[in-house]
């Protein structure tokens, strides 16, 4: 009796484990997709940015990878005073065609143009379009002051 009641509790063990591994076994993984940008190595960045914040940091990076993706994106801040056409405009001043950048410090002291740009990055890993990154872009950050005057994205 005792000998029947050990098998079948082996038996029950044994079905168990071998739901549980089916149950792993047939669960699909999500692969980690990259974002639809890249970054670009932090010894890229200017000494001015030693100190600041990741949030920050990473913007710069984004903005050394990604140029064209801020191009067509205003800024809220009130820097088109300043001469800047877009919010790339906050972060590079110029590359030449050697590849060579100088960069623009504004962006360091300035909230509204890195959440502007985090927006972006946000906005491009959910998959959306140039023109409604635009469009939400606008309606975001309108309220916050004059727009650089930056040209349209196309499509």
Known sequence: ???QALRQGSILLVLVLAALLAGCAGQSTTAITAAPY???P???L??????A?????DAYRFAIANPHALETVPC?????NMGHTSNLSCYIQTIDEAGSITF???ADGCGICVDITQDVMRLMNDGR???AIRDYIDSTYSPFGPSTDTIMPQG
Do not use: I, T
């Open 1 to 3: 009796m005792r000998f």
């Open 38 to 40: 890249s970054l670009a």
């Open 42 to 44: 932090a010894g890229a």
């Open 46 to 51: 200017p000494d001015f940015l030693a100190d």
């Open 53 to 57: 914040a990741p949030r920050v940091r």
């Open 76 to 80: 809220y801040c009130g820097c088109g």
């Open 104 to 106: 623009d410090n504004h």
């Open 129 to 131: 379009s140039p023109k």
